[in-house]
């Protein structure tokens, strides 16, 4: 028989061990040499956090008690700013735009009175531009605004944010410095415009818990603890370096012969 061929009786292959065919063992002229250990190094689970929150539930604070355990940019008013800042115009005129989305017949209106809602179409062309760079840098906590419906959800820890709005009214009275009645009333007003834009802007509703990984209550478990468990979902997410031979995880001694030409 020729020798060269690929038959039965070829003789320069080698055959694999419990195999009928002939085939080639695909690693068999490394040596031992090369077995050496390589870092493998997976990705992150979490790149990002994303909050959405019920208005006086504590998203801001909690975000940079985060930001700070993980020492990761935190954005929130921050995000104001910039916005302000690209489009040239007081950052309380932004304020008045942010989470607002607008309305069927503020779209068709648009043509004929652009100068109006011009600002507010600018206001969400930029805001879609700069959480998409956050994004992709990374180490960031975005505080609502629709994050978690943008950024990529296989890498993004999105979190909702709850508490009764007898102590959401509370907090938000003593940050404003109003009456109580008067911080229910505007909690309420403040959850229905952001449920609004996110309705509008992303065709989902904020309120369904099956569009978050955690739903925590800030003030059943306190803004500490609520803290603690966003970090740690982070950490536990975080890649861990592990050793492994090359070419596989198992060694090949039942292959040995194979290894020298």
């Known amino acids: 028989m020729a020798s060269g061929g690929f038959g039965a009786n070829a003789e320069d292959p080698k055959r694999l061990p419990g195999h009928s065919g002939w085939s080639f063992w695909p690693f068999a002229r490394r040596s031992r040499a090369s077995e050496s250990a390589i870092p493998v190094i997976p990705a992150a689970r979490f790149r990002n956090v994303a909050i959405s929150r019920e208005a006086g539930s504590g998203g801001g604070a909690l975000a940079r008690m985060v930001g ?17 800042q690209r489009m040239q115009r007081p950052a309380d005129e932004v304020k008045a735009l942010d989470e607002l989305a607008p309305s069927v017949v503020q779209d068709w209106l648009l043509p004929h009175l652009e100068e109006r809602y011009a600002p507010q179409e600018a206001y969400l062309d930029h805001l879609a531009k700069l959480v998409e760079a956050i994004g992709r840098a990374g180490d960031s906590i975005v505080v609502g605004r629709g994050a978690g419906f943008m950024l990529p959800r296989s890498e993004t820890l999105s979190i909702r944010l709850v508490a009764p709005l007898k102590a959401r009214a509370a907090r938000m009275a003593e940050r404003m410095g109003v009456s109580p009645r008067t911080a229910r009333r505007a909690a309420r007003d403040l959850d229905r415009r952001r449920t609004h834009f996110a309705r509008v802007m992303y065709h989902v509703d904020e309120t369904d818990a099956h569009n978050y990984d955690l739903m925590i209550d800030t003030n059943s478990l306190g803004l500490a603890m609520a803290a603690e468990l966003i970090v740690r979902a982070v950490e536990f997410g975080r890649p861990t370096v592990r050793a492994l031979p090359f070419p596989f995880n198992a060694r090949h001694d039942e292959h040995s012969d194979y290894d020298a030409e």
């Not at 700070?68 to 302000?84: M, S």
Request: charged share 30%.
């Open 68 to 84: 700070t355990r993980l020492n990761w940019k935190v954005y929130d008013h921050e995000l104001l700013e910039a916005i302000a």
